[in-house]
């Protein structure tokens, strides 16, 4: 059971990295606020636990990704048709 637990914490949440960042991606050559805010909630848990368990160097470019996403959403979801 802690095996499962530690796995999970460690790097089970990080392989839900690249498909956000690929679902990030598709929103933007779709042109699709949907699949981006999509990218957002999927990130979402993994940011938090990058800040409170994990935080190492190379994740560091990561703490913007949100925020990316976030202009991103706004910027398609607001731009005329």
């Known amino acids: 059971m802690t095996a499962i637990v530690d796995f999970l914490l460690g790097f089970g949440s990080l392989t839900l990295i690249i498909p956000s960042i690929l679902l990030f991606g598709l929103g933007l050559a779709k042109n699709s606020h949907q699949t981006v805010l999509l990218s957002y909630f999927l ?20 703490v913007f990704l949100p925020a990316i996403q976030i202009f991103y959403y706004f910027k398609i979801k607001n731009q005329p048709t």
């Open 43 to 62: 990130f979402l848990p993994i940011f938090l636990i990058l800040i409170f368990i994990e935080m190492r160097v190379y994740f560091l470019p990561l």
